[in-house]
């Protein structure tokens, strides 16, 4: 009935108000997987519970810039807490946001350290670009970083 609703929704209609109800109904009857989408749809934060609470981690593996638009911390501390996504795949999605690239691999450096290592270059770079002060910390705490390229990066923007 609500679906139909927002077909037929007219502009002066609330179609955010019924998208939330759509949702909210969709979870009640244990459809989660749809509310999940009306949740990403709406850039709703609403839907970083839903995946936790049912584990939806599968569901939302290839959705990385969709759950940035509802919040680019939580998505990138969520996407981040499960072994399940691989890191690849959301550096991938994320290819056109350097910054919510940083997010993510700052948050996944917390979560699970030895999953950024493949990362190290891109994260130095990111890390200089977003948050410069933080760079000898990170270079501190991650030995997987090559020393020569995060030096080679910090030339190159002026940084030493």
Do not use: W
């Not at 002066?12 to 459809?31: E, G, K, P």
């Not at 890191?87 to 056109?96: F, G, K, N, R, Y």
């Not at 691999?105 to 290592?117: F, I, R, Y």
């Not at 670009?129 to 995060?150: C, D, I, K, M, N």
């Amino acid at each position: 009935l609500v679906s139909d609703k927002l077909k037929n929704a007219t502009p002066t209609t609330d179609v955010h108000t019924m998208n939330l109800s759509l949702a909210t109904l969709y979870s009640r009857v244990n459809r989660v997987d749809q509310a999940m989408l009306v949740f990403l749809r709406l850039g709703s934060p609403e839907v970083f519970a839903l995946v936790k609470k049912h584990n939806l981690f599968a569901t939302v593996q290839d959705k990385a810039v969709q759950l940035m638009a509802c919040g680019p911390e939580a998505a990138a501390a969520l996407l981040a807490s499960s072994k399940d996504i691989k890191p690849t795949s959301i550096i991938q999605q994320l290819a056109s946001s350097p910054q919510h690239q940083y997010l993510y691999l700052d948050a996944l450096s917390s979560a699970d350290p030895p999953a950024v290592k493949d990362f190290g270059r891109l994260q130095v770079e990111l890390t200089a670009e977003y948050h410069p002060e933080r760079l000898l910390s990170f270079l501190r705490q991650h030995p997987y970083v090559p020393l020569v390229e995060a030096k080679q990066i910090c030339e190159q923007r002026g940084m030493i």
